[in-house]
């Protein structure tokens, strides 16, 4: 077997033992140890093609190439911690009555195999695949979003599938699309011309253009849907704040990459087609639609979980944006940004789930004076809303940094409403912010049993990444842009 | 090309693509339950028989399984599992308020033009027997997602996105005589899982809301005053939310 089977066959695995055991209180161990195998297994890969270059499977169905094996570390890992957090959070659950033994096993069912869907989704070779498995992450969440059966769950898990179900569809249209423009210049081999690497290999530039746009039209609504761009974001913020918070925290964390990994992909193969920058013009448009009114969205939350989401939605778009622009410094600036916002966001609701279950509410306005009733929450929610809004010594200001200088390399003008969008954004969460953190605590409030362990370690490694980027993730970010800038037109 | 070159069996994809459309358009404007669920039925029938055709003029046996996947999972047993569902929850003679019906089949008359118009780049590309169909494909699927948008009740949404699928599979058919069968498993296993949670979620709607009226999903909102009805009714009181 191979590390990249194991990888991919430890969460099915685990997802249908779960199904059984799922409530006991061993299901929680066996979903970290599950996991951690997972998490084992793409770390042993990745020192694989870090030594050897890309690999293509033996039938071809799975690619890993420099672009998507450090996604595949960063979904195990966020995966692996976020689950270390929620076999306590969800016992905690389960003590206050919300949730019951059958809707428990579902939850860690679900948590499995919606990793599973996530990590197919990223390693698989065929674009017809990639589509099936971004539905089944949605799939595998819509339960999980409406675990609480409160009515506003029931809500936000049916605008999630209708919404994501409708953009996701679009998707499939575009890929029936690509489809066709290949098997029309490359019809020898049918079953072959799925393939991303046949499509970027012999089909890179003899696809026709007029097909290919109309495609890449209709894929960037389908996963933009899910990476929550504007004006296709209204699911977003309902589906991560009603849901238990480890799934925001994963959702919020991963799915969204890997959404834009799939947009990215997909712009790579119309690139090389089209010989102009239309597609990124595209994703330029919507990402920076997306971060300027997200930006404001912040100001008009009142709940703490929604003003996250829109935070993601405003990072998200910001991305779109860099990828859109398409010059190497920007790739390379977007790839160090997804994994960064993937930390210090998963760590931030890892966080707002202990403040929330310490205030017994997630308004904004009941929970205050988090820094004297238990520190540690406190910190945690200040140090990565810190990083969050992009301040120095953390990973997020690099990243955010060398955009900027990129904008302004390339497209002067628009580091204005970069600039003015960074400010916003950071008056949103700050406003927020400081009486949640400072505020003078009410009567009665008591510190909750709370594992930071998970946010201490995605907080040091964004403070690492900020400080000093390892040479191998270097060199695979730096491998990932030539491959993803490469075929631009200068 | 004039119709009469076309051999017989091309002749009659034609005609079978054109009754898709039809079915399309009648549950545009369909607002009883019961009959919207069969003419569903009728649409993945009628999908299944042009797939058949296109699989015995193009030689394409793979066609005939993703047939047979249509006939099992669209003809039998999505209708069945929402007929079974609407009379559990005793809606099977609910009937809701089509709101302008004659401007809406204009609207489904006008997305039918734009498909032509989305489709031309297609058709001057392909060289395939069906490539007239192509437009048909693209409408039926705009008109699932009209009928997703002005629809409140959700098994008329769900119809609808189950007509969205119909479409993109059309799609699929016609301009390329299907996509590799893997594909093709993995999206019918994913419409297979949807529809099972759609059936989920009517029974968590109707426990819920009292209602399958989507309009009563109005809860979650950017109003500057957070949920004040709802807090004063008491239905969400502050300590149940973390």
């Given at each position: 077997m191979?590390?990249l089977?194991?990888?991919?066959l430890?969460?099915?695995?685990?997802g249908?033992l779960?199904?059984?055991?799922g409530?006991?209180p061993l299901g929680?161990?066996?979903n970290v140890?599950?996991c951690a195998?997972?998490f084992?297994a793409s770390?042993?890969?990745?020192?694989?093609?870090f030594?050897?270059?890309?690999?293509?499977?033996s039938?071809?169905?799975?690619?890993?190439?420099?672009?998507?094996?450090?996604?595949?570390?960063?979904?195990?890992?966020?995966?692996?911690t976020?689950a270390?957090?929620s076999?306590?959070y969800?016992r905690h659950?389960?003590?206050r009555?919300?949730?019951?033994?059958r809707r428990?096993r579902l939850y860690?069912s679900?948590?499995q195999?919606?990793?599973?869907s996530?990590l197919?989704?990223?390693s698989?070779?065929n674009l017809?695949?990639?589509?099936?498995?971004?539905?089944?992450?949605?799939?595998t969440?819509?339960?999980l979003?409406?675990?609480?059966r409160t009515?506003?769950?029931?809500e936000a898990a049916?605008?999630?599938?209708i919404l994501?179900g409708?953009?996701i569809?679009q998707?499939?249209?575009g890929t029936v699309?690509?489809?066709?423009a290949?098997?029309?210049?490359l019809?020898?081999?049918r079953d072959?011309t799925?393939?991303?690497?046949v499509?970027h290999g012999?089909g890179?530039g003899?696809?026709?253009?007029a097909?290919?746009?109309?495609?890449?039209?209709?894929?960037l609504v389908g996963?933009?849907t899910?990476?929550?761009?504007v004006?296709l974001?209204?699911?977003?913020p309902?589906?991560?704040?009603?849901?238990?918070?480890?799934?925001s925290?994963?959702?919020?964390?991963?799915l969204l990459?890997?959404?834009?990994y799939?947009?990215v992909?997909?712009?790579?193969l119309v690139d090389?087609?089209l010989?102009?920058?239309?597609?990124?013009h595209?994703?330029?448009?919507?990402g920076?639609?997306s971060f300027?009114v997200a930006?404001?969205?912040?100001h008009r939350?009142?709940d703490?979980?929604?003003?996250?989401s829109?935070s993601?939605?405003e990072?998200?778009?910001?991305?779109t944006?860099?990828?859109?622009m398409?010059?190497?410094?920007?790739?390379?600036?977007?790839l160090l940004h997804?994994t960064v916002?993937s930390?210090?966001?998963?760590a931030?609701?890892?966080?707002?789930?202990?403040a929330?279950q310490l205030?017994?509410?997630q308004?904004?306005?009941?929970i205050?004076?988090?820094?004297?009733t238990?520190p540690a929450?406190?910190w945690g929610?200040?140090?990565?809303?810190?990083?969050?809004a992009?301040f120095p010594?953390?990973?997020v200001f690099?990243?955010?940094?060398?955009?900027l200088v990129?904008?302004?390399?390339s497209?002067p003008?628009l580091?204005?409403p970069?600039?003015v969008?960074f400010?916003?954004?950071?008056?949103g969460?700050?406003?927020?912010?400081?009486?949640?953190?400072?505020?003078?605590?009410?009567p009665g409030q008591?510190p909750?049993?709370a594992?930071?362990?998970p946010v201490?370690v995605?907080?040091l490694l964004v403070l690492?990444?900020?400080?000093?980027?390892p040479a191998f993730?270097?060199?695979?970010?730096?491998q990932?842009?030539l491959?993803?800038s490469?075929a631009l037109?200068? | 090309?004039?119709?009469?070159?076309?051999?017989?069996?091309?002749?009659?994809i034609?005609l079978f693509?054109a009754?898709?459309l039809f079915?399309?358009f009648?549950m545009?404007g369909?607002?009883?339950?019961l009959p919207?669920i069969f003419?569903?039925?009728?649409?993945?029938?009628?999908?299944?028989v042009v797939?058949?055709l296109?699989?015995?003029v193009?030689?394409h046996?793979?066609?005939?399984?993703s047939?047979?996947?249509?006939?099992?999972?669209k003809v039998?047993?999505?209708p069945?599992?929402?007929?079974?569902?609407?009379v559990?929850l005793?809606m099977?003679y609910?009937?809701?308020l089509?709101r302008?019906?004659?401007?809406l089949?204009?609207?489904g008359?006008g997305?039918?033009i734009f498909?032509?118009?989305?489709a031309?780049?297609?058709?001057?590309?392909s060289?395939?027997a069906?490539?007239?169909?192509i437009a048909v494909?693209?409408?039926v699927?705009?008109?699932?997602?009209?009928l997703?948008?002005?629809r409140?009740?959700?098994v008329a949404?769900?119809?609808?996105?189950?007509s969205m699928e119909n479409?993109?599979f059309?799609?699929?058919?016609?301009?390329?005589y299907?996509?590799p069968?893997?594909v093709?498993?993995?999206?019918a296993f994913?419409?297979l899982?949807?529809a099972?949670l759609?059936?989920?979620?009517?029974i968590?709607?109707?426990d819920s809301?009292?209602?399958?009226?989507?309009?009563r999903?109005?809860?979650?909102?950017?109003a500057d005053e957070p949920?004040?009805?709802?807090?004063?009714?008491?239905a969400?009181?502050?300590?149940e939310?973390?």
């Open positions: 191979t590390l089977e194991i990888t991919l430890a969460p099915l695995v685990g249908l779960l199904v059984f055991i409530h006991r929680g161990w066996i140890a599950t195998v997972t084992g770390l042993a890969m990745a020192l694989d093609v030594a050897h270059g890309p690999q293509l499977s039938g071809r169905m799975f690619y890993i190439d420099a672009f998507n094996v450090y996604l595949v570390i960063l979904t195990a890992f966020v995966g692996m976020s270390i957090f076999r306590p969800m659950e389960v003590e009555g919300r949730v019951t033994d428990l860690h679900m948590y195999c919606f990793i599973f996530m197919l989704a990223l698989t070779n017809g695949i990639l589509w099936v498995a971004m539905e089944a992450a949605t799939l969440t819509v339960l979003v409406s675990l609480y009515p506003e769950a029931i049916w605008k999630y599938f994501c409708v953009g569809a998707a499939l249209f699309l690509v489809y066709f290949a098997e029309n210049k019809g020898a081999e072959d799925m393939l991303w690497t499509l012999a890179a003899i696809l026709d253009p097909v290919v746009t109309l495609a890449f039209v209709f894929l996963y933009g899910k990476v929550g761009l004006p974001h209204n699911w977003l309902d589906a991560h704040s009603e849901g238990p918070t480890p799934m925290a994963v959702l919020s964390g991963l990459n890997v959404a834009l799939s947009l992909r997909v712009k790579m090389a087609s010989q102009t920058n239309l597609a990124g595209l994703m330029m448009g919507f920076l639609l300027m930006g404001l969205f912040l939350q009142h703490i979980k929604r003003m996250y829109y993601s939605i990072h998200m778009g910001l991305m944006f860099a990828f859109g398409g010059v190497p410094l920007a790739t390379y600036g977007a997804m916002h930390l210090t966001k998963s931030i609701f890892v966080t707002v789930g202990h929330s205030a017994g509410t308004r904004i306005d009941r205050r004076g988090l820094i004297r238990q929450i406190g929610l200040l140090i990565g809303t810190v990083a969050i992009g010594p953390f990973g690099i990243s955010e940094f060398l955009l990129a904008t302004m390399q497209w003008w580091a204005i970069l600039l969008g400010g916003v954004a950071f008056a969460l700050f406003r927020n912010l400081q009486p949640m953190v400072f505020g003078e605590p009410p008591k909750v049993e594992n930071m362990l201490a995605h907080l690492w990444l900020g400080l000093s980027i993730l270097s060199g695979w970010f730096e990932a842009t491959l993803i490469g037109p200068r | 090309m004039a119709l009469a070159e076309l051999g017989l069996f091309s002749q009659a034609i693509a009754l898709v079915t399309s009648i545009l369909q607002a009883r339950t919207l003419t569903f039925a009728w649409q993945g029938l009628l999908l299944a797939t058949v296109v699989a015995y193009s030689k046996p793979d066609l005939y399984v047939a047979a996947l249509t006939i099992v999972l039998v047993l999505i069945w599992l929402l007929y079974r569902l609407s559990q005793n099977q609910d009937a809701e089509i302008h019906p004659s401007l089949l204009l609207g008359a997305l039918v498909s032509y118009y989305v031309l780049p297609i058709v001057r590309l060289g395939l069906t490539r007239n169909t494909s693209i409408a699927e705009l008109i699932g997602m009209l997703m948008c002005v409140r009740n959700a949404q769900v119809i609808g996105f189950m479409g993109l059309f799609s699929a058919v016609v301009s390329t299907g996509m069968l893997i093709e498993l993995g999206v994913d419409v899982v949807a099972i759609f059936g989920v979620f009517f968590h709607l109707r809301f009292d209602s399958l009226d989507v309009v999903l109005n809860r979650l909102s950017e949920m004040p009805l709802q807090e004063a009714a008491g969400r009181p502050p300590g939310h973390s």
